[in-house]
């Protein structure tokens, strides 16, 4: 049976960066984004694409529903999924809808393509293969509990957390589960790969890591004080996370043992941590967007939005990409912090944006592949198994604000922000399921 649904939505046309958009019965055609585009997801059930350069809109892509998850992108379509229970496909370059898969419940979690199969984990807890092309039902697997976080795929299996409280391995071909490993706590983040091991953090103040092949747990992290509110990200040996204290750890990825004390980073990190170049970026819940040097242990730099930033930074060539509540897209210098444009979405967000160079045939930067995917272009990012990767999670969901003033960045000593080296500050505790999901009842 086919769950596929063909039509057409609503595309709107974009104006110039930092303008509002049209209403959806003023605009029938999009612009073309034939060059590098960034694709974010705002809290009205809208995807965005804007261009890179400037920051202007070049289409829109309307679900009508009241939120979607952060896009995909891979071989010229673009993935969402939809609290309306869809999952959509859509032209990477003109914004129209190809096809919409029906999964019955609430799409949180955001969708994953190798280009040829779509990958999405959904409120009725089972994670669906689709056909890329026709939008048809592969395979199905049933968990527990609703899946909110983004899988991760692998040459030979799919690799994703449920709210039920573990964590499974899925066979990419057939469906079939090759291990589950069991936390017995609800998982609301998604998994990190790195080598031969999978991590993955819990609805509460525990770091685990499972073996990659067999799914044996190889050690557990349970000394932290307040829950954990974003998945691990890992790079160079090491995992980092942020917790409700409002600080990050840093683990020993192959020990689980702690490499350094807590350190206060000034604002709880409520987005997935982001690595590059030995600085982690994240979000705060105090509207700040954070680059943080693992190097010398201290705040590099620190932006301020007006709203909450749980949108997980993507760095592509040297700029951050990440959006806020304040209903900001925002493209900062990844070294200084500097305002590179803002683009006005209109509405909260709280998505993980995805950037292409080549939106018609390629590849999204942070592809969730740990292969090379086909047609990929060298934007793809993927991490091959047995290699130290980059972070994993996806993105997670109101209000708008039109402000005239959308950021800025300072020195650290203007703003006070330095390495304190020690316990971190209780700034009282948070519901973490909602952090990384791809929307909001």
Same mark, same amino acid.
């Given at each position: 049976?086919?769950?596929?649904?063909?039509?057409?939505?609503?595309?709107?046309?974009? +104006?110039? #960066?930092?303008?509002?958009?049209?209403?959806?019965?003023?605009?029938?055609?999009?612009?073309?984004?034939?060059?590098? /585009? *960034?694709?974010?997801?705002?809290?009205?059930?809208?995807?965005?694409?804007?261009?890179?350069?400037? $920051?202007?809109?070049?289409?829109?892509? &309307?679900?009508?529903?009241?939120?979607?998850?952060?896009?995909?992108?891979?071989?010229?379509?673009?993935?969402? =999924?939809?609290?309306?229970?869809?999952?959509?496909?859509?032209?990477? #370059?003109?914004?129209?809808?190809?096809?919409?898969?029906?999964?019955?419940?609430?799409?949180?979690?955001?969708?994953?393509?190798?280009?040829?199969?779509?990958?999405?984990?959904?409120?009725?807890?089972?994670?669906?293969?689709?056909?890329?092309?026709?939008?048809?039902?592969?395979?199905?697997?049933?968990?527990? &509990?609703?899946?909110?976080?983004?899988?991760?795929?692998?040459?030979?299996?799919?690799?994703?957390?449920?709210?039920?409280?573990?964590?499974?391995?899925?066979?990419?071909?057939?469906?079939?589960?090759?291990?589950?490993?069991? /936390?017995?706590?609800?998982?609301?983040?998604?998994?990190?790969?790195?080598?031969?091991?999978?991590?993955?953090?819990?609805?509460?103040?525990?770091?685990?890591?499972?073996?990659?092949?067999?799914?044996?747990?190889?050690?557990?992290?349970?000394?932290?004080?307040?829950?954990?509110?974003?998945?691990?990200?890992?790079?160079?040996?090491?995992?980092?996370?942020?917790?409700? %204290?409002?600080?990050?750890?840093?683990?020993?990825?192959?020990?689980?043992?702690?490499?350094?004390?807590?350190?206060?980073?000034?604002?709880?990190?409520?987005?997935?941590?982001?690595?590059?170049? $030995?600085?982690?970026?994240? =979000?705060? &819940?105090?509207?700040?967007?954070?680059?943080?040097?693992?190097? *010398?242990?201290?705040?590099?730099?620190?932006?301020?939005?007006?709203?909450?930033?749980?949108?997980?930074?993507?760095?592509?060539?040297?700029?951050?990409?990440? %959006?806020?509540?304040?209903?900001?897209?925002?493209?900062?210098?990844?070294?200084?912090?500097?305002?590179?444009?803002?683009? !006005?979405?209109?509405?909260?967000?709280?998505?993980?944006?995805?950037?292409?160079?080549?939106? %018609?045939?390629?590849?999204?930067?942070?592809? !969730? +592949?740990?292969?090379?995917?086909?047609? #990929?272009?060298?934007? *793809?990012?993927?991490?091959?198994?047995?290699? $130290?990767?980059?972070?994993?999670?996806?993105?997670?969901?109101?209000?708008?604000?039109?402000?005239?003033?959308?950021?800025?960045?300072?020195?650290?000593?203007?703003?006070?922000?330095?390495?304190?080296?020690?316990?971190?500050?209780?700034?009282? %505790?948070?519901?973490?399921?909602?952090? +990384?999901? =791809?929307?909001?009842?």
């Amino acid at each position: 049976m086919t769950r596929a649904r063909l039509d057409r939505r609503t595309v709107l046309v974009g +104006l110039a #960066a930092g303008g509002a958009l049209p209403s959806a019965s003023g605009a029938a055609l999009a612009q073309n984004a034939a060059g590098p /585009t *960034a694709y974010v997801s705002t809290r009205d059930g809208r995807v965005h694409a804007v261009g890179t350069d400037t $920051g202007t809109q070049r289409w829109a892509f &309307d679900t009508d529903s009241r939120a979607v998850s952060a896009p995909a992108v891979g071989d010229g379509s673009t993935y969402v =999924g939809s609290a309306d229970g869809n999952v959509y496909s859509v032209d990477a #370059a003109d914004g129209t809808e190809q096809w919409a898969f029906d999964t019955g419940r609430g799409v949180r979690a955001s969708p994953v393509t190798t280009g040829e199969t779509v990958f999405c984990g959904s409120g009725d807890g089972e994670l669906y293969a689709i056909d890329a092309a026709t939008g048809e039902e592969r395979w199905a697997f049933a968990t527990g &509990d609703e899946i909110v976080s983004t899988p991760i795929v692998g040459p030979e299996a799919v690799y994703v957390a449920s709210m039920d409280g573990s964590l499974y391995a899925i066979d990419r071909t057939s469906g079939t589960q090759q291990w589950a490993y069991a /936390t017995s706590i609800p998982i609301p983040h998604s998994p990190t790969v790195a080598g031969d091991a999978i991590y993955v953090t819990d609805n509460n103040t525990n770091l685990h890591a499972v073996d990659l092949r067999t799914g044996a747990g190889n050690w557990s992290y349970t000394r932290v004080d307040r829950s954990i509110t974003t998945p691990p990200a890992v790079a160079g040996g090491t995992v980092y996370f942020g917790t409700a %204290g409002g600080d990050i750890h840093r683990i020993d990825a192959a020990t689980g043992e702690r490499e350094w004390r807590p350190y206060d980073v000034f604002g709880v990190p409520v987005s997935p941590l982001e690595t590059a170049d $030995g600085v982690i970026y994240f =979000g705060t &819940d105090n509207g700040n967007i954070v680059a943080f040097d693992t190097g *010398a242990e201290e705040n590099r730099w620190r932006y301020q939005t007006d709203g909450d930033v749980r949108s997980w930074p993507a760095v592509v060539d040297g700029t951050v990409y990440a %959006g806020s509540d304040d209903g900001t897209f925002y493209a900062l210098d990844a070294a200084s912090g500097e305002t590179r444009w803002t683009h !006005r979405a209109g509405a909260a967000i709280r998505s993980a944006p995805s950037v292409a160079r080549s939106p %018609g045939d390629g590849f999204g930067a942070r592809s !969730r +592949l740990l292969f090379e995917p086909r047609g #990929a272009g060298p934007e *793809a990012t993927a991490t091959p198994a047995g290699e $130290g990767g980059g972070s994993g999670g996806s993105g997670g969901s109101g209000g708008s604000a039109d402000t005239p003033e959308p950021g800025f960045a300072a020195p650290i000593e203007d703003q006070g922000l330095f390495s304190t080296g020690g316990a971190a500050l209780g700034v009282g %505790g948070l519901g973490l399921w909602w952090l +990384l999901r =791809g929307g909001d009842e």
